[in-house]
């Protein structure tokens, strides 16, 4: 007995010598793609150009080795800024558009160039931002072997060109992720070429990719549906003061709650938040219904009234206008959550009394129902949070509440908040190089 503990002494201390505790990488459910018929003629698309762009010297990952796959050494970033243009990288990307019959153009595979390359009316080019890959030879202690398995993350930002409108239409930021748990010898490069297909199909399930793509070519927002001759319906591009597209600011939720509103229409209530420094408010259009004013109020015991500027009722969404000089406002997400991501949903679930609620919970999933995207979560959501933010780690809006599943606990649906900005044309501040966390702003 006490030789046969000596000897598993010695194995495991050979598996843990000069190692630490194995990096995992989390893997990603793919996202659910809308079903474009193959009698849909799209808008042909080219995949011009990849490239990896990382700090030199910055750390990637792992190689580890055993079977317990524990590090050996890091992997470290040598290149600065490289091409990512492999025969592998345009094959995934034809693949899997052409798979969600997705019309691509400029094959490589024709010898003497493709004809159709001149039709293209979008260019399509993949920066990948950040990457992580751990590599594992499990083998490598008992025999020499070439066999690995491996996983890869990265966030890829797809720039999307017009050759129509001669500019930049779209700049998506996505995230694909691959795990290879099968030892083979080419496991090193298939987990990241696999983590680049998830990207893509990322890209594909985007609704601002699909309105390019599905659509005349011109990147234009759904309409606005009238609902009152005296409400604005006057989609020209509304400026969203003081927001930008990106933001470095972090929010903490005691702020985030002064930023969330109760509107009131008198014959009903729901949620809302300040996104832009001069007053404006997203709700649901569900909220405010048919009426032309309600009453704002805010977790400081503040009234005031607001008018309703916009509606778009396909997609449930409304634009109030405060009287108010000068708000504190919500950040906006530049890039799409992930499932798994903590989000937390802030309202007034059952009223006013309960104003500022804040509960948490995760990215379940991303829907489509009625060719419209939802992000589905398991955060605690009720009668009266509708209209208010879903917001990430950092405060930023990632969604807005707008619905519950009757039919099981812990299934709730949101708006992706780029798809409400569009339904109602509202852009952001180009001039703001960071959002405002000051609320005295």
């Not at 003629?41 to 990849?50: E, W």
């Not at 762009?53 to 792992?62: A, P, S, T, Y």
């Not at 992720?177 to 399930?205: K, N």
């Not at 799409?336 to 379940?364: C, F, K, L, M």
Request: aromatic fraction near 8%; proline fraction near 5%.
């Amino acid at each position: 007995m006490p030789y046969i503990l000596l000897v598993c002494c010695i194995i495991l201390g050979v598996l843990s010598s000069g190692c630490g505790s194995r990096s995992v990488l989390t893997v990603l459910q793919d996202p659910i793609l809308v079903n474009i018929p193959i009698t849909e003629k799209t808008q042909p698309v080219i995949f011009t150009k990849a490239v990896i762009k990382l700090r030199r010297g910055q750390f990637v990952g792992e190689l580890q080795s055993g079977p317990l796959c524990l590090p050996d050494s890091d992997i470290v970033w040598r290149g600065g800024s490289r091409l990512f243009w492999t025969e592998e990288v345009q094959d995934v990307f034809r693949n899997e558009m052409q798979r969600a019959n997705i019309d691509v153009v400029g094959d490589q595979e024709k010898l003497f160039g493709d004809p159709r390359k001149a039709a293209a009316r979008f260019y399509v080019a993949a920066l990948v931002r950040e990457l992580r890959h751990n590599v594992c030879r499990p083998d490598d202690y008992f025999f020499d072997s070439v066999s690995m398995t491996s996983e890869a993350s990265m966030k890829v930002e797809w720039q999307v060109y017009s050759l129509e409108n001669k500019e930049l239409v779209a700049t998506i930021s996505v995230r694909g992720t691959a795990r290879i748990d099968v030892p083979r010898d080419t496991a090193e490069m298939d987990a990241i070429y696999e983590a680049f297909a998830q990207s893509v199909r990322f890209l594909i399930a985007d609704s601002r990719f699909l309105n390019l793509v599905r659509r005349d070519g011109k990147y234009t927002p759904p309409v606005a549906h009238e609902h009152d001759s005296a409400i604005s319906t006057d989609m020209t591009p509304l400026l969203l003061k003081g927001q930008s597209d990106s933001h470095a600011t972090l929010v903490p939720l005691s702020e985030v709650q002064k930023r969330v509103v109760t509107v009131d229409t008198g014959a009903a209530f729901g949620s809302g938040f300040f996104v832009s420094k001069d007053g404006l408010i997203l709700t649901n259009y569900h909220v405010v219904g048919p009426v032309k004013t309600v009453r704002i109020h805010l977790v400081s015991g503040i009234e005031t009234t607001g008018a309703v500027l916009r509606i778009n009722k396909k997609r449930d969404v409304a634009l109030i206008q405060a009287d108010f000089a000068k708000t504190p406002f919500l950040p906006i997400r530049e890039d799409v959550p992930s499932v798994g991501d903590t989000v937390y949903a802030v309202g007034s679930p059952g009223g006013i009394s309960r104003e500022g609620s804040v509960t948490r919970g995760v990215i379940s999933a991303f829907r489509l129902k009625n060719d419209l995207s939802f992000l589905q979560s398991d955060v605690a959501v009720t009668h009266g949070s509708s209209g208010g933010p879903l917001i990430d780690k950092d405060g930023a809006v990632v969604a807005m509440t707008v619905a519950g599943d009757t039919k099981a606990a812990g299934i709730n649906f949101f708006i992706p908040i780029h798809d409400a900005l569009r339904a109602l044309h509202l852009v952001f501040d180009q001039s703001a190089s960071s959002l405002v966390s000051d609320p005295n702003l």
